[in-house]
């Protein structure tokens, strides 16, 4: 049986690379995919009807809305939101990275 030696994935790096919004894949876990998202601008109310969205925040502060309130995320702080539940993102400074972990296929649904 060969051993495969799996990709190194350098997080400053794969952040740094973007100045603007960004949101891409940086791995794959069995059914589920690790996103990081460098956000400068605010995201529009939406849901996942079909997966929990985790939230770990890697660099700044993060505000997650929810129609009952405000959630501020701080560097080393992960939050999940159940699927089906209306949220928005956005950078509370001018910049900040997280990473999500979702299933592959979630659906994203804008209000």
Request: hydrophobic share 35%.
């Amino acid at each position: 049986m060969s051993c495969h030696i799996p990709d190194v994935i350098t997080l400053s790096a794969e952040s740094s690379a973007h100045l603007d919004y960004d949101n891409h894949p940086i791995a794959h876990t069995n059914d589920h995919v690790v996103r990081i998202a460098t956000m400068t601008e605010p995201y529009h109310w939406h849901f996942h009807p079909n997966s929990d969205e985790t939230f770990l925040i890697l660099e700044g502060r993060l505000a997650i809305e929810f129609e009952d309130g405000t959630l501020e995320l701080h560097p080393g702080q992960l939050a999940t939101i159940p699927r089906g539940v209306r949220h928005r993102t956005r950078p509370i400074d001018a910049r900040s990275v997280n990473l999500t972990f979702e299933m592959a296929t979630s659906e994203t649904v804008a209000i």
